[in-house]
């Protein structure tokens, strides 16, 4: 494989991480699952490529545009949803996901059903690089936050978080429009780097592979979320060689972790220097624990 084809690889990783990492905020760290994610690409996407085809704008201004919009529809979408419980709230969006689609697909202005071409190649894998740090700095920053500290009570018990005081409600709707800008900007990416966008791009089976990954690496794990990102998009790749099987293979690979690690590759923990200098202690004193082991049987 060349350089080009494994930097695509890892371009179109770093494009899902970024809706990823949104998700991540809104189910694993404040508890509301979400079906319609692809939903808010699709805006953040057809939006962007509107100030810069339309209105000519540079790049990264043009993304702030894409994330900007999704995050103000993702806010009137709260406003009638966040107070509904349980499933509800999921239904909910995977309808909003699906209606997008719809109405995308009918709007003549961006092309319709058959998509809108010449988009220009803006995305690359140094600026998806970039995005990507940035985004997980403001992340883990906001998770270490008071605020975050909100969400996660409210994920952990949403009853005992109203009685100490948390505004429950307005958590939920920081947590939802962060998400949404988020997928926004990763829309805008995916844009312009495929330079052709189409309705069925952002299909319920895009929200549904979003929402494997964030379960997949581990729930309440920004890290998680990298290395799900990073896995199950280069693995279809990987399974390349076996052709139609692949996607089979790909299924089952999902499903054996989710059997055998059911809590996600990272089960909620954080790669930091901290936990690398702790799992290195143990290591060894493991390994010295089995030197003198075996030495005291001799």
């Given at each position: 494989m060349g350089n080009e084809y494994i930097l695509g690889i890892f371009t179109l990783a770093g494009i899902n991480l970024m809706t990823v990492l949104g998700l991540s905020l809104l189910t694993g760290f404040t508890g509301l699952f979400s079906f319609g994610h692809a939903g808010f690409m699709a805006i953040g996407g057809y939006a962007t490529a509107l100030m810069t085809l339309n209105f000519h704008w540079p790049f990264i201004p043009s993304l702030m545009v894409g994330g900007l919009a999704a995050a103000l529809v993702s806010a009137v979408l709260g406003k009638v949803t966040l107070k509904l419980k349980g499933d509800y709230f999921c239904i909910a969006t995977l309808g909003f996901g699906e209606a997008v689609r719809l109405i995308l697909d009918n709007v003549q202005t961006f092309g319709g059903a058959r998509g809108w071409p010449g988009i220009p190649h803006y995305t690359n894998f140094w600026n998806v690089l970039g995005i990507n740090i940035v985004a997980i700095i403001i992340l883990a920053n906001l998770i270490h936050s008071r605020h975050g500290r909100n969400m996660i009570a409210v994920r952990e018990e949403e009853l005992a978080s109203q009685i100490v005081g948390i505004n429950v409600f307005k958590y939920k709707m920081i947590s939802l429009v962060i998400s949404a800008a988020y997928a926004g900007i990763a829309g805008g990416m995916m844009g312009h780097y495929m330079t052709f966008l189409q309705p069925k791009m952002f299909s319920l089976v895009k929200s549904t592979e979003l929402t494997i990954i964030v379960i997949f690496?581990?729930?309440?794990?920004?890290?998680?979320?990298?290395?799900?990102?990073?896995?199950?998009?280069?693995?279809?790749?990987?399974?390349?060689?076996?052709?139609?099987?692949?996607?089979?293979?790909?299924?089952?690979?999902?499903?054996?972790?989710?059997?055998?690690?059911?809590?996600?590759?990272?089960?909620?923990?954080?790669?930091?220097?901290?936990?690398?200098?702790?799992?290195?202690?143990?290591?060894?004193?493991?390994?010295?624990?089995?030197?003198?082991?075996?030495?005291?049987?001799?």
């Open positions: 690496g581990g729930l309440g794990s920004i890290s998680g979320s990298v290395l799900g990102a990073l896995v199950l998009t280069s693995l279809p790749e990987i399974l390349r060689a076996f052709s139609s099987w692949r996607l089979v293979f790909y299924g089952l690979a999902v499903i054996f972790i989710m059997i055998s690690r059911p809590e996600g590759l990272m089960g909620g923990y954080e790669l930091t220097p901290s936990s690398m200098k702790r799992l290195y202690r143990n290591i060894v004193s493991k390994r010295s624990k089995a030197v003198h082991s075996a030495g005291g049987d001799k």
